[in-house]
């Protein structure tokens, strides 16, 4: 069945069958074996996210103890919106529900979209399916098939399985053509696009519609690079620190457009002002009025959402409105005051090497057409969000309503194996590697060239925590390659090796000895 589902890749950690008898290798689909489950969970997940959910992977591990630890990367991946089926194996059913066990089929349902306990092998069929269809339909989330020990081992029968189909809503017809009168009326508008513009594909219809109401985009974390931040009305992406044009038109707009989102109260995005107009267009119908109050709403699939609007907006609209000129020139007369504030930290030759120095370095040096970037939890994802540019879509995968250290590196490892021809790159600190980083030699043994990149100023972030290691050596001992950079002057030339080791198909780990900076672009 995950076969017919079109699966190409089993991750997770035995012992489970779907591992131990070769049956997932001898249907055709690639297994592979993290260092621990957590890491296994966050390749899955990258795989979704970046195929916008065409690509639907798997995840396995044993009972017990491999339950327990996957609960965070399942979790991870409900609160990022992110498709997967887990298939965790599950105690026999005579301990299923015994103390002291370990329970994943009640555990996991409040992180998961849906959980249910496999029992009957005649159910197998049915059971499954109603977990691919609920990972491919509806708003991105994970679904969890336990299957207790005893059952993994019984016989089916033969059976004829129909594998699931993806289908896409629209929406009302009245709503959209009173929000377009909402946004042509308006006199400051501004567009906040979601993670729902990747997975609808919208990214044309919100380029149509932004250039045609000549007004502002900005997108949220996880929607980074749903709108091109080259483009002229681009404003950047909103986050824990956030670039000062889009802090400077969220305060002096009067309506706020948000498509493809959730609107979710967390510190990792904006916080709308209470004196502006929302208009809130989302796929989940619970999001609506959920942390911020809409005075009008769609509920639907991103682009079906954008091409209705486009379809009305352009009926009225004749040729330009006379805004643009203005408002692009607002917009970089606010972006370049800003900036100017941060160009000392950014060129900065200052040694221990300014981390600020080294996301510049990679804006300047990666082909954004080629590459796909994250950030991981803490100082990383402050420094790269409103300083990375970003250009095409689904280059950037942003994330924080969680933030689990360590998350990135399997995101890119997931990135790498469904995007091959992309230099995959993760921006990480001394903490993040230290939860996931042996997953590292999970990158060399399985020949998925990624590149990592550990800012080390040997703390956590600004607990005055001291972390020691050299990360370098590290990568090198377990079949990557590493290098340790101290000099600014060299960050140039260390990403260029770097990137062309990962073409000659070894994963590379740059090590930056960084300055304990902890100023953010906050407003």
């Not at 795989?47 to 396995?60: D, H, L, P, Q, Y």
């Not at 000129?325 to 300014?354: A, M």
């Amino acid at each position: 069945m995950l076969k017919a589902e079109g699966v190409e890749y089993l991750f997770g950690f035995p012992s489970n069958p779907l591992f131990d008898t070769g049956s997932a290798e001898d249907a055709g689909v690639r297994t592979i074996i993290t260092r621990q489950e957590r890491t296994a969970l966050h390749m899955a997940d990258g795989i979704g996210r970046v195929s916008s959910g065409e690509n639907i992977a798997a995840f396995a591990c044993q009972h017990g103890p491999g339950t327990e630890n996957s609960v965070g990367g399942v979790a991870q991946a409900y609160t990022e919106s992110a498709p997967l089926v887990a298939i965790p194996a599950g105690y026999d059913l005579a301990d299923t529900d015994v103390d002291p066990r370990f329970n994943s089929f009640l555990t996991y349902q409040p992180v998961s979209k849906t959980c249910e306990q496999l029992t009957d092998p005649d159910a197998v069929d049915d059971t499954m399916r109603r977990a691919f269809n609920t990972a491919r339909n509806g708003r991105p989330r994970p679904a969890v098939v336990e299957v207790p020990k005893d059952v993994f081992s019984e016989d089916v029968e033969e059976f004829d399985y129909t594998p699931t189909s993806t289908t896409r809503s629209g929406p009302d017809p009245s709503g959209v053509d009173e929000v377009a009168d909402v946004l042509l009326e308006a006199e400051n508008p501004i567009l906040y696009a979601g993670q729902g513009v990747h997975y609808a594909k919208a990214w044309e219809p919100l380029k149509e519609l932004a250039e045609t109401l000549e007004v502002p985009v900005a997108t949220s974390l996880n929607g980074k690079s749903a709108f091109p931040e080259d483009h002229p009305l681009s404003i950047g992406a909103g986050s824990k620190s956030e670039p000062g044009q889009l802090h400077h038109f969220l305060q002096e707009c009067d309506v706020v457009f948000g498509v493809g989102c959730s609107f979710t109260d967390t510190a990792y995005g904006i916080t709308v002002p209470d004196d502006k107009t929302v208009i809130h267009s989302t796929l989940d119908a619970g999001d609506i009025d959920k942390d911020v109050s809409s005075e009008y709403s769609l509920v639907g699939d991103a682009k079906l959402t954008l091409e209705a609007l486009n379809d009305v907006v352009n009926g009225r609209v004749d040729g330009s409105r006379g805004r643009r000129d203005d408002i692009v020139q607002e917009i970089e007369s606010v972006r370049e005051e800003w900036l100017e504030d941060w160009r000392p930290k950014l060129t900065s030759d200052e040694t221990p090497i300014n981390p600020y120095r080294v996301v510049h370095e990679f804006d300047k040096a990666l082909d954004k057409e080629g590459s796909i970037v994250t950030h991981d939890a803490g100082n990383a994802r402050d420094f790269m969000a409103p300083f990375f540019e970003v250009t095409e879509p689904l280059s950037y995968v942003g994330w924080g309503k969680t933030t689990q250290l360590g998350y990135g590196l399997g995101l890119m490892m997931g990135a790498k194996l469904i995007r091959p021809e992309k230099t995959c790159v993760h921006i990480m600190g001394d903490g993040a590697i230290g939860m996931t980083g042996m997953d590292f030699e999970t990158a060399a043994r399985e020949d998925i060239p990624i590149m990592e990149v550990v800012l080390n100023n040997f703390e956590m972030a600004s607990y005055d925590t001291e972390f020691s290691g050299h990360y370098a050596d590290f990568a090198e001992s377990l079949g990557g390659y590493g290098e340790r950079i101290e000099d600014p002057d060299e960050i140039s030339d260390a990403i260029e090796r770097g990137v062309q080791k990962t073409e000659e198909g070894t994963p590379v780990l740059l090590e930056f000895l960084t300055a304990k900076e902890t100023d953010k672009s906050i407003f």
